[in-house]
């Protein structure tokens, strides 16, 4: 009888251990209405470590904010630590409206305080966004895993960054950076970009739709792949190699690699460079 005792009691504790560490998945809501409190110029900053970032821009004044937080875990007490461990951070008033996912006490995506961990726990958050923004609202956006940043119709400058996902731009009027290693960079600009802008990729084409009265300087560079634009262009003054360092006696000199071309009149340095894939510059209907 004892021994029978000892068995059932070890059933009902694996019973009540299997139970603990079923997975769990739960999709939670956000749902908020920003607004600025500061002077222009207005600055949006987005940042996850994990998920898409979707902005577009209208003729509103404030920043309606969508979003929903995936959480998956191997068992109750990693969803938990999940809720404790990773939560949104929203800050509105001023002249910047921030919506960060912070990880681990912290840690954001694009602040210097983010650093990989070697102990990562046995849990997954993700945080999808869906924002509306006043069109003249400058952007800083940021993901890295399994997310990629979509951005359309907005009038002001722009940072957007990605690791692991690609980014696409629509009906834009803004200048700046969009960077990422793993997907392309696509982009249709409505007007011209105003000052340097650089469009970047290790893994995928980059291909910007410019109007008909875009004019620029443009620097191209890919590994594999090709380099076209359908606009007229000629040789844009080529830059000097550049003495970089001095070692045992001799001077070490960079040269530039990039295929440079002059479109109109020039203007703004454009900066298109990838690995793996083809730089674009295409002509708009308007």
């Not at 000892?6 to 209405?33: D, H, Y």
């Not at 191997?74 to 999940?82: K, N, P, R």
Request: charged content about 25%.
């Amino acid at each position: 009888m004892k021994s029978l005792a000892m068995v059932c009691a070890l059933a009902l504790t694996l019973g009540l251990v299997n139970a603990s560490a079923k997975p769990i998945r739960k999709e939670e809501p956000v749902q908020r209405t920003l607004r600025f409190g500061g002077p222009s110029p207005h600055t949006l900053e987005v940042g996850t470590i994990a998920g898409n970032i979707r902005v577009e821009g209208y003729d509103g004044s404030e920043v309606v904010l969508t979003a929903t937080r995936t959480t998956s875990a191997d068992s109750t007490g990693e969803f938990e630590a999940a809720q404790r461990d990773v939560v949104l951070d929203v800050a509105e008033g001023g002249s910047t409206i921030k919506a960060v996912v912070r990880y681990f006490g912290g840690a954001a995506c694009g602040e210097d305080n983010h650093r990989e961990r070697r102990d990562w726990p046995d849990y997954d958050v993700r945080y999808d966004f869906t924002i509306k923004v006043p069109r003249d609202t400058r952007l800083v956006l940021c993901t890295i895993n399994d997310g990629h940043l979509d951005v359309k119709g907005t009038r002001a400058d722009f940072v957007l960054r990605s690791v692991n996902g690609r980014i696409d731009m629509e009906d834009m009027g803004g200048s700046g950076e969009a960077t990422t290693v793993n997907g392309g960079v696509k982009g249709s600009f409505t007007a011209p970009p105003r000052s340097d802008s650089v469009f970047r990729t290790v893994n995928g084409s980059i291909v910007l739709t410019m109007p008909k009265t875009f004019a620029a300087d443009l620097r191209m560079k890919t590994f594999n792949g090709g380099l076209y634009t359908d606009f007229d262009t000629q040789p844009a003054p080529a830059k000097q190699s550049i003495a970089t360092e001095r070692k045992a006696g001799r001077t070490i000199y960079q040269v530039d690699e990039f295929a440079m071309v002059r479109i109109g009149k020039g203007g703004p340095e454009m900066i298109m460079d990838t690995l793996n894939g083809d730089v674009r510059v295409l002509r708009g209907a308007l």
